[in-house]
């Protein structure tokens, strides 16, 4: 067997903070909505090509964990492209109406822990725009890996994006319209 460099062998680690990113769509088509309680709280149509997301981690190298954080009982739409992608959904329920930060906190412990656990993940994408995310980017970065952000041009804190070593501004991924389902 050829020897190959360790580098090579590296995988990557996707976590999705998913209605973060699919709230700063919202936000651009339609400022102010999703601040509303009435429009968060029910079945949302699906804004983001998760196709696109793929297709960006893949040039990293091959996807090892693939997890998306969100209350999956509004997000339904998307079903199909997220199975197709082979994206583990982890359910969130908050346990308020106004309960903020729990994908995020959720997100940040799984990829702490699994940058320890995990040897061979060599980078880490983490696509959602919130400040939150610095403190986990310091710890990805001391552990020797490389951490890539990925979040909505307008909703994008810019002290998390330059905390990366490399931030992709969705917009800028080619991203494709999203079909809608046929009702």
């Not at 996707?14 to 601040?35: Q, S, V």
């Not at 082979?86 to 995020?104: C, H, R, S, W």
């Not at 940040?108 to 995990?118: K, M, N, S, V």
Request: charged share 25%.
């Amino acid at each position: 067997m050829p020897k190959t460099d360790a580098a090579d062998s590296r995988t990557v680690a996707l976590y999705w903070d998913f209605e973060n990113i699919h709230a700063g769509l919202c936000e651009e088509r339609e400022p102010g909505a999703y601040a509303r309680g009435d429009f968060r709280f029910k079945p949302q149509e699906p804004l983001v090509d998760v196709q696109a997301i793929i297709d960006l981690a893949s040039t990293f190298g091959p996807l090892a964990i693939n997890r998306a954080y969100c209350n999956w009982q509004f997000f339904g739409r998307y079903r199909d492209v997220l199975l197709q992608n082979a994206v583990e959904l982890i359910q969130l329920f908050p346990p308020g109406g106004t309960a903020k930060n729990g994908a995020d906190i959720r997100l940040c412990l799984d990829a702490t822990e699994d940058i320890w656990r995990f040897g061979h993940i060599g980078t880490v994408i983490i696509v959602g725009g919130d400040s939150d995310f610095v403190p986990v980017s310091q710890k990805i970065k001391a552990a020797g890996r490389t951490l890539i952000g990925v979040g909505t041009r307008k909703a994008t804190n810019r002290h998390w994006a330059t905390s990366c070593h490399g931030f992709r501004y969705y917009e800028d991924l080619g991203t494709r319209p999203v079909e809608q389902p046929a009702a």
